[in-house]
């Protein structure tokens, strides 16, 4: 990471304050986190790092290596932007600085941000399902707060982060990407209680490694995509329900089958059952009962596929693939679904051979060579000491 931060310091050209946050992975408990449910993702070695340095005049000067672009906007007025076309770098950033002085909806209390000089640069893997853009609004959010001097809780940095991706760039996500950004322990999955707002450790054990592999099929949140379309399906059966699927049970739902759309059915059953298995994750890794752990992730994977419809066949082979090689103990898609990547759990003696073989089989059914990487957990977001 040295190499990084100097490379940014030199380009931002003025004494700066450096921050990062980090991308992340989910182990258990998808598309769970806007019906108030369980999930559990962990915070991974790759991340937004930010140099910050202030300004008096109250422009935020955004510049980011990775897209070679600078962009100024006046702090008093930004404006959020049409609903229509990708959103850019820029917006989750500006979308972070507005979302932080607005003072309706979450306990910020009053924040005067100052101007500020951000230079940005990622190395999160982009559209590939690990929240690339999560981590630049926190990154940005933790930058910000930090010139203005003010301290927040972290769920409440999470929660500024997630106002800006719904309303600024217009992205209907749920909070788990920001929580575990901000809140991300090392060497631990978050079992976060999506309603409560609160996390329980989930020590990932020092004899297995997460390995991430990168389908190359990409995704995307924003927009009129398929996460949206599932989100409706999702609503549409807490709507007959009358209340949020973390409310319900199997058997509750299993008895209003009936009042609702066979695809609003399975979509719930995905729901509930992916949000019990966080609660059993936890249990088994507190326990040390890895076999089971892994068992329930590519239980988590049949759920996604066959209940949720969000998989692809890519990712369905990479997890076949990943099951087949040695000290794998189980695998699945990560993240909003539709391609990106998946997670195996992997003893750490495997993982190197595990990651070659994997890239290698997949190559050779597919003629498309995948990333795949051997991951740190790693902590959520924060100032960079300078030495
Ligand atoms: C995306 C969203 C999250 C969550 C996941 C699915 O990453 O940003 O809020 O809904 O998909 O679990």
Redo the contacts with the bound molecule.
């Keep these: 990471m040295r190499d990084r931060i100097d490379r940014l310091l030199r380009e931002h050209g003025r004494p700066a304050q450096v921050y990062q946050a980090p991308g992340r992975v ?1 182990l258990l ?6 019906s108030g449910g369980f ?1 559990m993702p962990a915070a991974l070695n790759f991340n937004t790092l930010v140099a910050a340095s202030p300004r008096q005049d109250r422009l935020l000067r955004l510049h980011s290596l990775d897209f070679s672009e600078t962009v100024e906007v006046d702090l008093g007025a930004l404006a959020i932007p049409a609903k229509d076309g990708h959103p850019r770098w820029n917006h989750y950033c500006e979308g972070v600085a507005w979302s932080l002085q607005q003072e309706q909806g979450i306990e910020l209390g009053d924040i005067e941000l100052i101007g500020a000089d951000l230079t940005l640069s990622g190395n999160v893997p982009q559209g590939a ?1 690990l ?1 690339s853009s ?1 981590s630049v609004e926190v990154a940005t959010a933790t930058a910000l707060l930090g010139l203005a001097g003010r301290g927040l809780p972290k769920p409440q940095i999470a929660l500024a982060c997630q106002r800006a ?1 719904n309303q600024y760039v217009h ?1 209907s ?5 920001q929580f575990i950004s901000a809140c991300g322990v090392r060497g631990n999955a978050l079992a976060i209680d999506t309603r409560a707002l609160t996390a329980e450790l989930a020590p990932i054990p020092d004899n297995l490694r997460l390995v991430v592999c990168n389908s190359m099929v990409t995704h995307q ?1 924003a927009g009129a995509s398929p ?1 949206a379309e599932r989100r409706r399906e999702v609503e549409e059966a807490a709507h007959v329900l009358g209340r949020q699927l973390r409310d319900v049970s199997l058997e509750e739902l299993n008895a209003a089958r009936g009042q609702m759309s066979h695809e609003a059915f399975l979509r719930a059953r995905h729901v509930i059952t992916d949000s019990q298995r966080v609660v059993e994750g936890v249990a088994c890794l507190r326990a040390g009962d890895q076999k089971r752990f892994g068992a329930l992730m590519t239980e988590a994977h049949a759920s996604f596929r066959d209940d949720f419809a969000a998989s692809c066949e890519r990712c369905d082979l990479l997890v076949t693939l990943a099951l087949e090689l040695d000290g794998c103990l189980g695998s699945r898609l990560t ?3 539709f391609g990106g990547c998946t997670v195996s759990l992997v003893e750490a003696d495997e993982a190197e051979s595990f990651a070659e073989t994997l890239r290698e089989h997949y190559r050779e059914a597919t003629g498309v060579v995948a990333q795949v990487f051997v991951c740190v957990v790693a902590d959520g977001a924060g100032p960079v000491p300078s030495t």
Excluded: F, K, P
């Design positions: 989910n408990g998808e598309h769970t986190d806007y999930c399902g929240s999560a991706e992205g996500c749920g909070i788990m990407d949140v996460y993240g909003g679904g």
